[in-house]
């Protein structure tokens, strides 16, 4: 075998290797960081937007069932009535009675679909404004490393 000449890295410059590294290793733990929680923040926010959906499908067939439980009142009502003027009257309170019904529902998803917005337009801001925090000072740390990295590779030069 040949000689291979014995060559010593210089204190300065396995300091310097190890600095990088670990700065590197710590940017990279602060950008996964960030994306591990933007993917966290989406699960959260499917999540939210699943329940609020569900909320009001729920709710929407709870007045469709209403809805249609007063109109068989009606008919069982209609049929037993003993009259043509007691019909009508039978008739027109159930229309008002539906009206304010309906327009109360109506009222009522409105209110949910607009908060269920608002939640996730909330999610959203936050979620973004703390991504790009996040992306930010993952970037300053990368840069930091860059620059310690330089400073310590000229002093080791000289």
Known sequence: MANIPS???????RDLAETSVEQARKAFGTFIGSARRAADTVHG???LARTNAQGLYTRS??????????AFD????????????????????YVRERFAAIQAQAKD???????????????ARSAVQQGVADTQKA????????????????QASH
């Open 7 to 13: 060559f010593e890295v210089p204190p300065q410059l």
């Open 61 to 70: 067939l709870d007045y469709a069932e209403q809805n249609v439980r007063a």
């Open 74 to 93: 009606l008919a069982q009502k209609l049929a037993t009535a003993r009259s043509y003027p007691e019909a009508l009257q039978l008739q027109a309170d």
């Open 109 to 123: 998803l409105g209110g949910l679909a607009q908060g269920a917005f608002q939640q996730g337009a909330e999610r």
């Open 45 to 47: 926010s499917t999540d």
């Open 139 to 154: 970037v300053q740390q990368g840069q930091d490393a860059v620059q310690q990295t330089q400073h310590a590779a000229e």
